[in-house]
């Protein structure tokens, strides 16, 4: 039952995440879009090169306190369709991405 609460209350946050960078060459149903911090980029995931789906990023550090507190691991990376979450990864112990780009597009893939 707690994770089910940590899970809604971070999805939350994410509609008020200020993203720091966007590409959005065309505008897409699907987006994924990645909180991580600046001291942790050596870790982030590249989103960059996902295909046919709006990408954001979110710096955790431009994020308030309450919700910086929201998020212990990082990199954060969620799939959403609107606002609708559908898919969340955290970082692992070590702040390491838990997910690769290329299963990240095969679930952007899965809900064009």
């Not at 789906?53 to 306190?65: I, K, P, R």
Request: contains cysteine; hydrophobic residues 40%.
């Amino acid at each position: 039952m707690r994770t089910s609460f940590v899970i809604v209350s971070l999805m939350i946050g994410l509609l008020f995440a200020k993203p720091a960078e966007s590409t959005n060459d065309k505008t897409y149903d699907i987006t994924v879009m990645q909180i991580n911090a600046r001291w942790n980029k050596k870790n982030e995931v590249k989103i960059s090169k996902l295909k046919y789906c709006n990408v954001e990023w979110a710096y955790l550090e431009d994020q308030n306190t309450r919700l910086q507190k929201k998020f212990s691991k990082i990199p954060f990376i969620v799939i959403k369709k609107g606002n609708t979450p559908l898919l969340t990864w955290e970082g692992n112990i070590l702040f390491e991405p838990t997910v690769t780009l290329e299963e990240i597009q095969q679930h952007v893939n899965n809900h064009r």
